[in-house]
């Protein structure tokens, strides 16, 4: 098991930029894969982006891919979602979640441990 905390979420205009961090506890980060995912009121848990185990394979949804950027920083022991150019369909509850597996990163049924979330907000 690991412990995940996501932080940096906020309140931003739309056009403006975001970075989530993901602080990895309990193990190293380097022996997961990460993704994260992101829930509006009403809305099932929607996969945005993750990053493989050892090969650091990206995916991202189509609703995101050119503006995020998820990567990893194993000095600190955290992973990132860098946002660009947010809109207001962005707005959601941002979760960090990790799974040993390599394979079907886009599947939320698959991690195995979940971070609390954090709230980002962008206003039109």
């Known amino acids: 098991q690991v412990q995940l905390v996501e932080s940096g979420g906020g309140l931003v205009q739309a056009g403006g930029s975001l970075r989530l961090s993901c602080a990895v506890s309990g193990r190293t980060v380097q022996d997961y894969s990460m993704g994260w995912f992101r829930q509006a009121p009403g809305k099932e848990r929607e996969f945005v982006a993750s990053?493989?185990?050892?090969?650091?394979?990206?995916y991202y949804s189509d609703s995101v891919k050119g503006r995020f950027t998820i990567s990893r920083d194993n000095a600190k022991n955290t992973i990132y979602l860098q946002m660009n150019s947010l809109k207001p369909d962005d707005t959601a509850v941002y979760y960090c979640?990790?799974?040993?597996?390599?394979?079907?990163?886009?599947?939320?049924?698959?991690?195995?441990?979940w971070g609390q979330g954090t709230q980002v907000t962008v206003s039109s």
């Open positions: 979640a990790a799974r040993q597996g390599v394979l079907f990163l886009r599947d939320a049924a698959r991690y195995e441990d």
């Open positions: 990053i493989a185990r050892s090969s650091s394979i990206t």
